[in-house]
């Protein structure tokens, strides 16, 4: 009879428990570390959970345009959108992507839906007007004595006007502002030269426009100058209202990041130019120069406009020799014109790859012709939120106890290593569910707690379906640790294909759906890869421990694992030696 190779183990056979359980508790001491350093110790709730509302809005192009929905443009549109909701006062908005041609905006209560839907779901306003006068961001005040110019700043890369600075005041002001509102009279009926700060972006183009300031009515023209002269930038309500309700051909107001936290106030002319008379635009790199510039191509009647208007602003002293790129209201960018330009345009300035490359989108963006459909608007009060996660909490703890009571009545002393899995996997996922939160954007909304409790059966089978191959192995007549380690790899397998199958199903329903649904999807794909984690890390490890101790070691009659309640054959090796003292003496080489 030939020895038994030395090491070799039983198939299935558990090599150190220990090593898989120090692994999985280093893993969730790390994750609750984590979770507390981070300061978000609760998961961030969904719209239908915490109120407000929310908005699903899917891109169209017109005919022939289909390809203007594309990722670049999509971000852009993000952009835009969350600055038009920050306009309203929200913090803590969500503005995201979802799949190629949708955005979800996620607006928490005490925002107006009715002009949410306004703000987010209209196409963006591109207008090229020229600057009749620009200040600093604050209120007409009496400087001091000496006081000129203003620092430089570096350009924001998202919105800033490419570079400028902040310019002197245009006139001399007064307690009351007279002498600076003088001026801007003068500036209203006939753009003039007027000192202030200079424009680090260069415009060098060639494109069209008719630029003339119309002459206002004098009631008009007055209620423009005190406005202007009122106007904060540095208040959020007062920049996001500044441009608001007024007509392209109208002169307006409106402000510019120059650099985080600096802000000019720009004195406009009527729109010269749109959006949609620019056919492309793009930041690129100039390789003779070594910069970062942003070219535009016009379409044949924007080349005859900016063409226009450049000849004209180019004859002009600074600031009345510079237009301004005003996207919602808000000007983000304000390049100098020192010749007349055509068909094509450069802007140059102190720009980077990332804000020649944000300009560029928000040109081009401003001129495609794509449009938004507002697909859902789901308004959820506080009070329904919280009731709807209540109602989910109490439904997920009346499932959980069925689930404990049927095990505890059925698998005895087995049920408490099914509840302490189920106890480790619902630590892990509330831990990276709250981790999630400020990590991606994830929000746990009313379906995503219906995934999760879905999952508690999806985590309970695997238990099942490894206690019944262990049992089958009993009633074979093997003793508790072979047993243990002979039913782990066939229940391996159906463990793996039913979680794999209960993954895909989640993977193709996150892909597939919009809204809501993929917060079911996405939990329940996220607790079935916690499921396979529990199981071979946790629930098998102590399940290999507890089989060497007496009391299932045994077959207590509480542990679950009798084998007489079990209805067991005799032990394998008991009944082959009854065999072969029947049958006589056994020639020890047919042993």
Known sequence: MAAPKKGRRPAGGQSRPGRALALILI????LTGGMFWSGHTTPRLGIDLAGGTS???????EPGQESAVNETNMNTAVGIIERRVNGLGVSEAEVQTQGKENIIVNIPRGTNEKQAREQVGTTAQLYFRPVLAVTNGGPAVAPSAGSSGSPSA??????????????EKSATPTATGSAQGRALTEALKAPSPTPTGKASATATPKATGTPTATPTPDAATAALEKKYTSLNCLDPKQRSAAGQGVKPSEPTVACGEDAPGVWSKYLLGPAEVEGRDVDDAKGQLDQQRGMWIVTMDFTDAGSKKFQAITGKLSSQ???????????????VSAPSVRQTLSASAEISGNFNQQSAQDLGNILSYGALPLTFETQSVDTVTAALGGDQLEAGLIAGAIGLGLVIIYLVAYYRGLSLIAI?????????TYVIMALLGPAIGFALNLPAVCGAIVAIGITADSFIVYFERIRDELREGRTLRPAVERAWPRARRTILVSDFVSFL??????????????????TLGLTTLLDVVVVFLFTKPVMTLLARTK?????????GLDPKRL????????????HASAAGPVDPKEA
Do not use: C, Y
């Open 505 to 522: 199903a989640a993977a193709v329903l996150f892909i597939v759906t919009v809204g809501k649904v993929q917060g079911f999807a996405f």
């Open 27 to 30: 893993a969730m001491v790390a």
């Open 420 to 428: 302490l899995s189920l106890g480790v996997s619902a630590l892990l």
């Open 55 to 61: 908005i699903t809005l899917k891109a169209k192009a």
């Open 154 to 167: 570096t350009p924001k890369p998202s919105s800033s006007a490419s570079g400028s600075t902040v310019g």
């Open 567 to 578: 209805g067991a054959k005799p032990p394998l090796r008991s009944s082959r030696r009854a």
């Open 317 to 331: 002293a600074d600031p009345q020799n510079r237009f301004a790129i005003v996207l919602d209201g808000e000007v």
């Open 551 to 559: 009391f299932f070691g045994e077959g207590h009659a509480w542990s």
